[in-house]
């Protein structure tokens, strides 16, 4: 299946903005940051599609998934 | 020397220095602008006549060498909203107030003739002195001709045209430790200042210093928080990114207000983004990491360069840059850096200014996304105060009323920021309740429902919004007070030595015995005392709305409206 996969802040140093990637089915938000070599630990936000998610959620054909490390302001 | 009331009376040009009432000398910053305000102006008075007062009041612990304690707070019936109204900014003028020992400066009055005056304060007490030549000149030459006379080491509080013209947009500006401005920037203050005909406030503090009654304590305290703050990772992320690090995430939530509130995501969201705006200043020469005040651990400002390397603005923030930016749809950030520049030049709040664009964009004054009309708009009509220059400069309910627009997003016609609280829910009770009309800043849901800090809350859903929005208000009314940066907020939420350091550190600078509980009675009773005066000014219940198009269209891509009832939303004051 295809996923689009974004990153933010320091996450792109060294990987990328956007990428449109073929996972396997199944394939849950935590594994797509672990093949990332992102330290889970230094993860803040995840969105499936707009709508926050978990390391666990499974991720579906054609979902655009959203990676931020831990960030604030306002 | 124990502190003083530095009183200024414009109607009969007299000063006088006073001791501090006991019922005040618990409080600071905004906790003391309030209890002042409230005190000392009739609820009913015009906020362009002599019943108004303008109060000046550091935080607890400015002045200090607390990290990150060196906010100002200024007071007054605003303006714009006819509230009570308390902004809160960086810059030097906190430290030089609290180290002369002024724990509130109070101007009131205003005089009888066209004279123009400013002001110096020292320990020894104020001088006031008739001022001719900066009038009519912006913030950046006030500062430049005003360090020439007095001293770059001096603290300066100013106005520039839209605080001389009155209008409800304008802010007074902080001097920065490098000559640059922050602001006061929200509800009006510089139209206060300018109805008392104050072009700018010196402050030369000398070598004076705060005392500290138990310094071992202090700075044991002082070292714990500290660490809080440097370790926590949203600080990591301020000093790299800034506060524009939110517009890409606020996007990705579908929140971010766009093209006049008629979207919750922005095309041109990358080009304006906190990312692109570090690799662009580090490009030019920049700094991505700069502080408003000694003593930032965080510094989330910036200096950023133009194209030629030049310096063009600094402290550039999220939500001017979201105003300028998306809510106007331009997606070009030298040009949102230049307006930023013209506005505080000008002297008029970022926020309401570029809100107020959106909504003459939407009634068809000049086009969506036309920033060099925009900036033309700046130049040529706000800081002349050509009609419709003073229509913009006005804010946003100004606008709208005088084109015939009905999206118009006040509350209590303030500008609502950058979030939209029908994607993210609990920052339109925030909105909604404030006692100050639409800020973020008051309680910032965004942290829990957003940013994962603090907890987490489903920004789509209403559930237990009205609760979080309150502790939020109740604690950011004590950090308020404190002369903290509001950015302290993250680290306190999520490290637990933070706070328990920061009871410490009052308790050491004061040599009293406060508790958690204490602190947070201080915020609950400074948000009564603002309610009690905004009700005594004629605010009922009814003014705690949203407008009325929040809940009849639908915003993408969530497609959410606006759904609580003003009954859920009045729930808000049962503490």
């Known amino acids: ?74 | 020397m124990a502190d003083k009331i530095f009183r200024v009376n414009m109607t009969d040009l007299s000063t006088s220095i006073e001791d501090v009432p006991a019922d005040w000398a618990g409080h600071g910053g905004r906790g003391l602008t309030s209890t002042i305000v409230a005190a000392e102006v009739p609820p009913t008075s015009h906020p362009l006549g002599p019943n108004n007062k303008l109060i000046f009041a550091p935080g607890l612990l400015s002045g200090t060498a607390a990290a990150n304690s060196g906010r100002i707070s200024a007071g007054a019936k605003s303006p714009l909203t006819g509230t009570i109204k308390e902004s809160n900014s960086g810059g030097t003028s906190a430290q030089k107030l609290a180290k002369m020992g002024c724990k509130a400066l109070i101007i009131e009055g205003q005089p009888q003739d066209d004279s123009w005056y400013s002001l110096s304060l020292t320990p020894d007490g104020v001088t006031i002195s008739k001022e001719e030549e900066l009038i009519g000149k912006g913030n950046f030459a006030v500062v430049e001709s005003v360090e020439k006379r007095f001293s770059d080491k001096i603290g300066i509080l100013s106005i520039g045209q839209g605080g001389e013209m009155l209008m409800s947009a304008a802010n007074i500006s902080v001097k920065d430790p490098d000559s640059h401005v922050r602001s006061l920037g929200r509800g009006g203050l510089g139209a206060v200042m300018g109805s008392k005909k104050i072009k700018f406030i010196a402050l030369d503090a000398g070598d004076a210093k705060v005392e500290i009654s138990d310094m071992d304590a202090f700075k044991a305290a002082n070292k714990t928080f500290t660490k809080a703050l440097v370790d926590h990772p949203v600080s990591q992320a301020l000093g790299t990114y800034g506060t524009n690090v939110l517009v890409n995430i606020i996007n990705e939530a579908g929140g971010l207000p766009t093209k006049n509130f008629t979207a919750g995501q922005f095309e041109g969201h990358e080009q304006i983004s906190g990312e692109t705006m570090h690799d662009l200043i580090v490009e030019r020469g920049g700094k991505p990491k700069h502080g408003c005040h000694k003593g930032c651990v965080i510094q989330c400002s910036q200096i950023y360069n133009d194209l030629k390397g030049n310096y063009k603005t600094s402290g550039i923030e999220y939500e001017s840059i979201w105003a300028m930016g998306a809510d106007c749809t331009v997606d070009n950030l030298d040009q949102i850096a230049e307006m930023d520049h013209i506005l505080d030049d000008i002297g008029i709040d970022t926020i309401e200014t570029a809100v107020a664009f959106g909504v003459a964009m939407e009634g068809g004054v000049l086009d969506f996304g036309d920033s060099n009309e925009m900036i033309r708009i700046m130049k040529e009509e706000i800081a002349k105060g050509t009609a419709l220059g003073r229509v913009i400069g006005n804010g946003a309910g100004s606008v709208g009323r005088t084109y015939g627009v009905t999206r118009v997003p006040v509350v209590k016609n303030q500008a609502i920021p950058a979030y939209d609280p029908r994607a993210i829910k609990g920052i339109g009770i925030t909105y909604a309740t404030s006692t100050q009309g639409a800020d973020h800043t008051m309680g910032y849901t965004i942290a829990t429902e957003i940013l994962g800090v603090g907890g987490s809350a489903d920004p789509l859903s209403k559930e237990g919004m009205v609760e979080l929005s309150r502790g939020l208000q109740i604690a950011t009314a004590a950090i308020d007070s404190t002369g903290m940066c509001l950015f302290i907020a993250f680290a306190a939420l999520d490290d637990e030595t933070c706070l328990p350091a920061l009871v410490d550190m009052l308790n050491a600078r004061f040599g009293i015995n406060l508790t958690a509980d204490d602190v947070t009675n201080l915020g609950m009773s400074i948000l009564k005392t603002e309610h009690a005066f905004n009700i005594a000014a004629g605010f009922t219940n009814l003014d705690d709305r949203l407008p009325e198009f929040f809940e009849t269209e639908p915003v993408p891509p969530h497609n959410a409206v606006w759904d609580f009832s003003g009954e859920e939303i009045d729930t808000f004051w049962n503490f």
């Open chain 1, 1 to 74: 299946m295809q996923v689009q996969v974004k990153l933010f802040a320091f996450f792109r140093e060294g990987r990328f903005i956007k990428e449109d990637k073929e996972l396997p089915t199944d394939t849950t938000a935590g594994q797509v940051i672990d093949d990332l070599n992102i330290d889970r630990e230094e993860v803040g936000v995840l969105m499936l599609n707009s709508r926050h998610c978990k390391f666990d959620t499974v991720l579906q054909e054609g979902d655009i998934y959203a990676i931020f490390p831990v960030i604030g302001g306002g």
